[in-house]
């Protein structure tokens, strides 16, 4: 689905990633995590996110590679909706 996709384009080239989180999350929380021990604290960090989505995207933390998070406000001070992606292509 075409709306499972966000582009990312930069002076230095453009992003293409899946979506695979959409949730309401605390305005300070796992989900504006930057740095892991290992790679299995990441890939663990992933299925809580995939955990929590409000959608179902059939990805798994096998499939992650480089990740965005983008966060927004949604009229309450103390919680934010957060959409998260993995990335697919990078041209």
């Known amino acids: 689905m075409a709306w499972r996709r ?6 230095d080239g453009d992003f293409l ?7 309401s999350v605390d305005a300070v929380g796992d989900a504006y995590t930057i740095s ?9 960090w992933f299925d809580k996110m995939t955990g ?4 179902d995207t059939e990805i ?3 499939d992650i590679d480089r990740v965005v998070t983008l966060s927004t406000c ?6 934010r909706l ?10």
Request: charged share 15%; hydrophobic share 35%.
């Open 36 to 44: 892991f021990e290992d790679y299995g604290s990441y890939a663990e």
């Open 60 to 62: 798994t933390s096998s």
């Open 52 to 55: 929590e989505s409000e959608i």
């Open 74 to 79: 949604n009229g309450n001070s103390a919680t």
């Open 6 to 11: 966000i582009w990312i384009y930069t002076p």
């Open 82 to 91: 957060v959409v998260q992606g993995v990335l697919m292509w990078q041209g």
């Open 17 to 23: 990633y899946r979506i695979f989180s959409v949730h």
